[in-house]
């Protein structure tokens, strides 16, 4: 019996994006009006996915910085390709468990 490959969409951003990214980015930019976050502010997305939200966010809401985050090498590659800014930091990570420091600030 031959093997065959299953392709993972859980792990090509590429073949993601196509499907719903497509939609995110059309989306994202109505919930970032309806937030009404002013600008230079720091940002953290958990669960970037392809990148249609921090695209927004970094073009929207001008942030000091964003760290986007994504359980998903795939979605976290095609994220970075989305997303050329030196303000966005994009990372493979696990929402239960982020490496982040916190300033103590509220």
Not at 10 to 36: K, N, T
Not at 39 to 61: F, K, M, P, T, Y
Request: overall charge negative; proline content about 4%; aromatic content about 8%.
């Amino acid at each position: 019996m031959a093997e065959t490959t299953r392709h993972d969409s859980w792990q090509a951003g590429d073949s993601y994006e196509a499907y719903m990214g497509r939609w995110s980015r059309q989306i994202a930019p109505l919930f970032l009006d309806w937030l009404g976050a002013n600008g230079g502010l720091d940002w953290l997305e958990v669960g970037c996915g392809s990148g249609a939200l921090s695209a927004a966010i970094v073009d929207r809401c001008k942030p000091r910085t964003l760290v986007s985050t994504d359980p998903s090498k795939g979605f976290v590659s095609t994220a970075r390709a989305n997303v050329p800014d030196e303000r966005a930091e994009l990372r493979v990570g696990d929402a239960q468990a982020l490496a982040l420091e916190t300033a103590g600030r509220v």
